[in-house]
């Protein structure tokens, strides 16, 4: 079993050869029978509604194994060859009973995605279960495969009472996600046959932006003034700075140099003559970069650090606006702000934002 | 109860969405590979060439020090080199060990070193479809029921490995589901066995080229001694007006059963031999299939239905009594009564025989047959030629003629052994006046010179004489050992006419078979020391024999010779009239019915696992409380008896130590670790005292 040597490589998504031969139209009608017959549902049990069953190419290979067989069996007039191909058949008549029974009763939950960012790998966390009888070793699943559409696969060799598993996801721009149908498979018993299913677990996922490593910029606000941003830059002890010296604890994090935290160089406190902070914000006019998106990264990659160092702070995207708190539930609302932020308002990013927008509506068009 | 609870192992993998193909075969999967190579393998050996069977054996060492870890892969560059010459190889020797041999050898090879460089799940499928191929091929030469039952292990075997692909469990478990899969297959395979057409051979295949068994078609003098050191089977027939006979009893007398093989008509002084003419009507016989027209037949009345079951001889020739004729497909009537198989009897094969024993053969004889069958070699045995003189002077009729010739053999102190002297260049002189001694061969051979030199057609035919009848099945078996010839002599107005010269002399061997007029220590046993024929002197041992030959029979019958007409006679006997949408019902019925049998065993009706006895019962009594107003909600088992105590005690005190006494068992058997003897305790007390608290409330 080899482990994937490089975490961060991106997996480029291969999609099926006769995938481009299939109209978009098709595609898309084929998506809205499959949201009919198996609606998206956080909980998903695969039943005969749920579960297509057709031959391999190695199923497709015994045919013609059969038929060759017979053909022996019928040129040298030899009723046991000839036997032979119809054992043959008739076990692919079993196997088709067999595959359905390894799906069938398969129960899938979609567990709360760990947090992405964009440009990284993802990981959406399954629970399965099965509500079958343990006194019969052949009756547990075997040889669950499990892959969003074009994406790499999971195989779990055998589902027992519960099992967890995280199907992965090759990096996507930032923004609100939605991963599309997960498909389960299987070739149990003989490989003759592949027994699958599209499970939509509704999955809702929002990709923060991608952290860009900057220096803390924050912009400060003028305490009689509270409903306008002072676009002045606050200079960090311009007059009363004198030097930095090492963090003690139960030092107020208000003064720990973060950038040279974030340089590396360890925790160290700013001595100010007056050591009073102030609150602080984040704006996004204030960020300095070639584009948006870089600007969003870079304000990405702040809210961590000020949340790390459980830093009072505000965003300001614009018009939208989060009041100065701290804290994980503040970072994560402050993460999504950014992740949402819609760039149409201003001038349209080349790269990412068609690639955007395809994949939140990729339930659709999966085949 | 109580679970293992088994940590599941996941996989993923980088460069592949979705299929398996580049995944790492499983050691249980090379075990299973291992398993399968010898398997499917050795039933071959008869028909691999030497190096054959070497190559095969160096990679599947190989491939045991792979699965011990010992060595690595080969090289691919050595594999496919190997390959490449094994073909060319193979290629040469084609002609020289026969097509299908080479195709054997060839697809042995193929399996083998596709086993040795096997590195990902397709090598192993390939090497599984192979592997059933091999299968069939075994099947070719082994037609026994123990042999079917032999090849259908291997096939459950070969099965074996792709279930280890896709089931990570021990190997035990594998084969046991292996077993399931392939018997659960059965009933449906069988149906379609009956049911499924049987089409005649679409084309000509290359057969097996092995040593011929059996008559041949040249006969020296000695030959037919040499068959009757052997014990082997040659052929059984069934006749059908014997088989639903209850009596049991051989009903056509040993005497009638001359089964035709060949007829020799050409004798160059040596060797008997077919004449050129019915050489060339058997090679003509596939383009030209002209069967022969029963319109000669006379007498129909005394038709013989039977079928006959012809062990491999690698030959051609087929056996029937007197004019037969046969509607089996691949199976001609030929111009001097026989029957002939279009193909080489390179396996057991069966097919059905009409014979008119009362019929005159030939009545009219066209003037080449006349020729030949008067023709003799020049200057060759005077003294016999003197001696056909004096009988065609002495007798102008040539049916009296040839019944003096008849009554010579026996009036002359004429001998039967199997073991004669030698004889000198003029075979028939030395015979008749200085040995006076042989067998069939011989004295057919006299008889048919003296006729021709007297100018009655005459010839040799060879073939076997008798059989052993089994009462248990009401067949005869006929042995190698039963190898015969006679003489056919041609009569106006009588056509060919049997006269059988050994019968004058021998008349035990005619009358009662070979077994009345020979040992078989003396004979078939001589050279075959472990036959079953040996036990035929102990009486339940024989009777075990015969019990076990014609469970063989009816397999050969009903299995091997499962052709139209059974088919058909088995299809009216379940649907009556046949037709096809009779048939199409019957598939849909027995389809669905084993679908759901399978599905029952498979589980599938089995999803929500079946509530364990003992939570059942004590949640009837849970309901019954709760009837009476205690409800138990999300109450413990513990508490909820110490609040059923409480409530019930001061009115029914015996119910509330029942329920104390239940609730303390049921606790037991859910929640302690317990030995199997305690289980068992625990239960058997538990239920007492639900029947009790059942009775209470």
């Known amino acids: ?367 | 109860m109580r679970f293992k609870k088994s940590a599941p192992q996941t996989t993923s993998s980088n460069d592949s969405f979705n299929d398996d193909f580049n995944e790492n075969i499983s050691r249980n999967t090379l075990f299973w590979l291992l398993l399968t190579n010898v398997l499917v393998l050795s039933p071959l050996y008869q028909d691999a060439t030497l190096w054959s069977i070497g190559i095969c054996a160096i990679c599947f060492v190989w491939r045991v020090g792979i699965y011990l870890g010992k060595v690595a892969a080969p090289p691919k560059l050595l594999v496919t080199s190997l390959a490449i010459g094994a073909a060319a190889t193979l290629a040469l020797v084609a002609k020289e060990i026969g097509m299908l041999n080479a195709l054997v050898n060839l697809l042995l090879l193929g399996y083998a070193l596709k086993y040795i460089e096997m590195r990902q799940i397709r090598d192993v499928k390939v090497v599984v479809l192979v592997g059933y191929f091999l299968i069939a091929f075994a099947l070719l030469e082994r037609q026994g029921m123990l042999d079917a039952v032999h090849l259908l292990f291997v096939c459950v075997i070969n099965a074996c490995v792709l279930i280890s692909v896709y089931q990570h469990s021990s190997k035990k478990v594998n084969l046991s589901f292996g077993f399931k899969v392939f018997l659960q297959s059965l009933p449906l395979a069988l149906l379609l066995f009956v049911v499924f057409p049987r089409l005649p051979p679409l084309w000509l295949a290359p057969s097996m080229k092995n040593a011929t068994t059996g008559i041949s078609d040249e006969i020296s003098l000695g030959d037919i001694s040499k068959l009757t050191r052997s014990p082997s089977l040659a052929f059984r027939v069934g006749f059908d007006n014997e088989v639903n006979n209850t009596t049991k009893q051989q009903l056509i007398a040993n005497e009638q059963l001359y089964w035709r093989a060949l007829v020799m008509e050409s004798y160059d002084g040596q060797t008997w031999k077919q004449a050129n003419l019915r050489k060339n009507e058997q090679r003509s016989a596939y383009g030209n299939r002209s069967q022969r027209h029963d319109s000669q037949v006379v007498d129909k009345s005394s038709a013989l239905n039977y079928q006959v079951i012809t062990e491999p001889t690698y030959q051609k020739w087929l056996f029937g009594l007197d004019q037969s004729f046969s509607e089996t497909e691949q199976v001609v009537e030929l111009a001097d009564l026989r029957l002939f198989s279009l193909r080489n009897i390179d396996q057991r094969f069966s097919y059905r025989v009409t014979s008119f024993p009362n019929s005159s053969l030939e009545e009219q004889l066209p003037p080449l047959t006349k020729r030949i069958n008067l023709s003799l070699p020049k200057d060759t045995n005077p003294k016999a030629h003197a001696l056909a003189q004096q009988f065609a002077t002495d007798y102008p009729i040539p049916r009296d003629r040839i019944a003096a010739m008849m009554r010579y053999f026996n009036q002359q102190s004429f001998y039967y052994t199997l073991s004669p002297p030698a004889i000198g260049s003029n075979q028939v002189d030395d015979f008749l006046f200085e040995n006076q001694a042989g067998f069939c061969s011989h004295y057919a051979s006299a008889l048919v010179f003296m006729a021709r030199s007297s100018g009655i057609p005459a010839r040799m035919v060879a073939g076997y004489q008798g059989g052993e009848y089994n009462p248990k099945a009401g067949y005869y078996s006929v042995y190698q050992y039963m190898a015969h010839a006679w003489t056919e002599v041609w009569l106006e107005g009588l056509g060919w006419v049997r006269f059988d010269p050994t019968a004058m002399i021998a008349p035990d061997r005619i009358l009662d078979g070979f077994d009345a007029m020979f040992t078989g220590e003396d004979s078939y046993l001589q050279d075959s020391p472990f036959t079953s024929l040996r036990v035929k002197e102990i009486p339940w041992l024989n009777d075990i024999r015969l019990q076990l030959a014609s469970l063989d029979f009816y397999w050969s019958v009903w299995v091997l010779g499962f052709d139209e007409e059974r088919q058909l006679q088995v299809l009216s006997e379940l649907l009556g009239e046949v037709n096809t949408s009779k048939i199409i019902i019957l598939m849909i019925i027995s389809f669905s019915i084993i679908a759901l049998v399978i599905a029952y065993y498979a589980g599938v009706f089995n999803l929500s696992p079946k509530q364990d006895p003992i939570i059942k019962r004590y949640n009837l009594i849970c309901n019954k409380l709760a009837n009476k107003g205690y409800q138990r909600e999300t109450m413990p088992p513990q508490a909820f008896a110490t609040f059923i105590h409480q409530a019930v005690h001061q009115e029914q005190p015996q119910l509330a130590a029942d329920f104390d006494k239940m609730t303390e068992h049921f606790i037991a058997l859910q929640y302690q670790p317990l030995s199997d003897k305690q289980i068992e305790q625990h239960q058997t007390l538990f239920k007492r005292y639900f029947r009790k608290v059942k009775m209470g409330l």
């Open chain 1, 1 to 367: 079993m080899k482990s994937s040597a490089d975490p961060q490589a991106h997996y480029r998504p291969k999609p099926k050869w006769y995938s481009r031969f299939i109209p978009k139209r098709i595609k898309q009608r084929w998506g809205r029978w499959l949201n009919k017959r198996i609606p998206p549902n956080k909980l998903v049990t695969l039943t005969h509604k749920s579960i297509f069953i057709l031959p391999s190419g190695f199923g497709l290979a015994w045919f013609v194994l059969i038929g060759v067989l017979y053909l022996f069996g019928t040129n040298y007039q030899n009723n046991l060859v000839i036997g032979l191909s119809l054992l043959l058949a008739s076990v692919l008549h079993t196997c088709i009973i067999y595959s359905y029974k390894n799906l069938a009763g398969l129960t899938l939950t979609s567990q709360v995605p760990p947090e992405t960012h964009a440009n990284q790998n993802m990981a959406f966390p399954v629970s399965l279960s099965s509500k079958i009888n343990k006194n019969n070793s052949h009756t547990s699943h075997q040889q669950i495969c499990l892959n969003f559409a074009e994406q790499r696969h999971i195989r779990l060799t055998e589902v027992g009472e519960s099992t967890h598993a995280t199907i992965a996801f090759s990096p996507q721009a930032r923004g609100e996600f939605n991963p599309g149908r997960i498909q389960v498979s299987s070739n149990f018993p003989l490989g003759l046959f592949r027994a699958w299913s599209y499970v939509d677990l509704d999955i809702n996922h929002i990709i923060y932006a991608e952290p860009l490593n900057t220096q803390v910029s924050l912009t400060s606000l003028d305490d009689d003034n509270t409903s306008e941003f002072d676009h002045g830059k606050l200079q960090p002890g311009v007059d009363d700075y004198k030097g930095l010296k090492t963090y003690v604890e139960g030092e107020s994090l208000k003064q720990v140099a973060w950038k040279q935290w974030a340089q590396g160089r360890g925790m160290l406190t700013k001595e100010f003559a007056q050591p009073e902070g102030k609150p602080v914000w984040l704006s996004l006019d204030d960020t300095q970069g070639t584009n948006i998106e870089q600007k969003l990264s870079k304000l990405a990659w702040q809210v961590n650090a000020l949340s790390q160092s459980q830093q009072i702070f505000g965003l300001a995207l614009h018009q939208d606006v989060i009041e100065q708190d701290s804290g994980e539930a503040h970072r994560k609302q402050c993460q999504q702000l950014i992740a949402l932020f819609v760039k149409s308002k201003f001038a349209k990013p080349k790269h990412s934002h068609s690639k955007n927008s395809k994949s939140n509506d990729r339930g659709a068009d999966e085949i």
